[in-house]
Structures are given as structure tokens and as C-alpha cells.
């Protein structure tokens, strides 16, 4: 089992950056292909961002694409979600997922189904 803990939500105003942290206290972070999603009021968790265990190919979707920026730091067993130019429609509750075997494309990366672990997520409120 991997616990994977969010941190770095919080109120931001449109136009602002905020940057997400995902931490796996006991684990090695680098030994998976990591994503982030995220689940506005009444809505269905999507994707936003998907990093390959390499850590040299993202997958982002049109709605974030040049705004959003995913990564890892392997010595500080991080991943982070630097989120910029935000609009009130990104609020949500941001969660870091792990462990989706066998993806190359984004199609794999985007479909929540083939994370093994997810976080509890952290609130992120872009305020207009």
C-alpha cells in the first residue's frame, strides 16, 4: 500500500500560481508513473496532468495545457502540480494518483481506472 499525501492547496485569485506537492512518506515516489486530477462541486474527477516513472513525458489536457506544469523530485520523493494563470474554474479538489503500469499514451494516463493509489486530496479555490 501506498499513502500519498497532497499539500499546497489553498485560495488563490484568477491570474495567480499555486504549486501542489504529493509526498509518499516510506515509499519511493520514483518507482511510479504519477498523475493529478481533480473533482469540481457535482462533477466527475478528471485529469489534468500525467507524468511518465521516467519523468521525461507529461500528458496534459487541452483545458490546462501551457498552464499547468507537472514534475517530480526524486531526492525529495515529491511530485508537484505548478499551477499558473488560474481561473475560477479550476477550483476543485486536487488529488495525486500513482501507478498506472504500462501506459504510453494519454489516453491510459487520463482514465483513473489504472491508478492503483490516490490521495485524500487538497482544496484549491480560485477566487474571481
Known amino acids: 500500500q501506498v499513502q500519498l499525501v497532497e499539500s499546497g492547496g489553498g485560495l488563490v485569485q484568477t491570474g495567480g500560481s499555486l504549486r501542489l506537492s504529493c509526498a509518499a512518506p516510506g515509499r519511493t515516489l520514483s518507482a511510479y508513473a504519477m498523475g493529478w486530477f481533480r473533482q469540481g462541486p457535482g462533477e466527475e474527477r478528471e485529469f489534468v496532468a500525467g507524468l511518465s516513472k521516467s519523468g521525461l513525458t507529461t500528458y496534459y489536457p487541452d483545458s490546462v495545457k501551457g498552464r499547468f506544469t507537472i514534475s517530480r523530485d526524486n531526492a525529495k520523493n515529491t511530485v508537484y502540480l505548478q499551477m499558473n494563470s488560474r481561473k475560477p474554474e479550476d477550483t476543485a479538489v486536487y488529488y495525486c494518483?500513482?501507478?498506472?503500469?504500462?501506459?504510453?499514451?494519454?489516453?491510459?494516463?487520463?482514465?483513473?481506472?489504472?491508478?492503483?493509489?490516490w490521495g485524500q486530496g487538497t482544496q484549491v479555490t480560485v477566487s474571481s
Open positions: 494518483a500513482a501507478g498506472p503500469r504500462g501506459c504510453s499514451a494519454y489516453g491510459c494516463y487520463a482514465s483513473k481506472s489504472k491508478y492503483d493509489y
